[in-house]
């Protein structure tokens, strides 16, 4: 008879080892993918972090870029209203620059051809506040409730006033341009809003508005700090600057606008987590640096040095 081989009941040591070699394969395995996927994670936070960092730069910019293409605009008027602008159009400080404009609708009316005042119905205007345009423009839909920008010369201009314009009424008038020649005109009469304007200068401009305010109809007026209602009259002393916190190593950058109409001010955070700003005028340009601490990656989840964890941009501007 045969021998009956017995159960065992027991692993042995060779099989345990293979078990334990295969269960850390396995681990590794897993733990390789987890690896991996949580870098490409945090690649992807970094990235989308540097992103939103470049496009806070790249705004910053354009708001930067546009402030200077308006510089200057009207600047013979304003410097001549007080000494809110009797500055150049822009001055550059170490990190602050500032910059004097106002903007108007292309058509500029004037009075300064009285003799063919006579020629038109006395009925239809008062003489001093009677204009018509300087050259062939468009005429805006609306110029009543407007601020307007008044002054007595196109070139050497001595004196400039602000006034705020109840209505403007337009008719079509025959004027006599020379001995044999009678031209048909648009005539604007002009309704200050203040009895105490009742002759203003030779020249008239009226100021654009903030689209906000006007067409796309959004906002109505602004209530500034000192209680007086801005509607968006586009006359502006604009300061952007670094504004230092004392017990931080990052800053914000504030643009603040002056507006001479309402006398008030107001001021909002362009970008905070400002490592530096730097301004400069070389003479042919006008030269920015931002350099901005990048959320998340400095303090945040990752925690790299400042030169790992901020984008540094600088641009160049050509002197308008």
Do not use: C
């Not at 990052?250 to 362009?270: D, F, Q, R």
């Amino acid at each position: 008879m045969g021998t009956k081989k017995g159960h065992r009941n027991a692993t042995t040591l060779i099989e345990l080892i293979v078990v334990l070699v295969m269960m850390g394969f396995f681990i590794m395995m897993v733990f390789n993918m987890f690896n991996v996927t949580y870098d490409a994670y945090q690649f992807n936070r970094e990235l989308a972090a540097k992103t939103y960092a470049q496009a806070n730069v790249d705004s910053f910019f354009e708001i930067l870029e546009r402030e200077l293409m308006y510089s200057g605009s009207m600047g013979g008027v304003i410097k001549k209203l007080s000494e809110f602008f009797n500055q150049e159009s822009i001055t550059v400080e170490q990190s602050t620059i500032t910059v004097r404009y106002a903007l108007a609708e292309q058509l500029i009316l004037t009075k300064k051809d009285k003799q063919y005042y006579g020629n038109i119905d006395a009925e239809l205007s008062a003489t001093d506040l009677t204009y018509f345009p300087l050259y062939r423009a468009t005429i805006p839909d609306s110029l009543s409730d407007r601020w307007a920008l008044a002054y007595d010369d196109v070139s050497n201009i001595t004196s400039a006033t602000l006034f705020l314009v109840d209505s403007i009424t337009q008719s079509d008038v025959d004027v006599t341009v020379s001995a044999t020649e009678t031209e048909n005109l648009k005539m604007f009469v002009i309704t200050p809003e203040s009895t105490t304007v009742s002759d203003p200068a030779t020249y008239v401009s009226i100021l654009l508005h903030e689209k906000a305010f006007d067409s796309l109809n959004t906002k109505n007026k602004i209530k500034l700090a000192n209680g007086n209602d801005w509607t968006g009259e586009m006359i502006y002393k604009t300061t952007i600057y670094l504004d230092s916190v004392t017990d931080s190593d990052e800053s914000t950058l504030m643009v603040k606008k002056e507006i001479p109409t309402v006398n008030g001010e107001y001021e909002i955070a362009l970008m905070d987590n400002i490592l530096d700003f730097k301004a400069a005028d070389t003479g042919e340009l006008y030269i920015a640096t931002v350099s901005y601490s990048i959320p998340g990656i400095f303090k945040g989840f990752l925690k790299k040095d400042p030169e790992e964890a901020s984008v540094t941009v600088t641009r160049r501007f050509f002197k308008p």
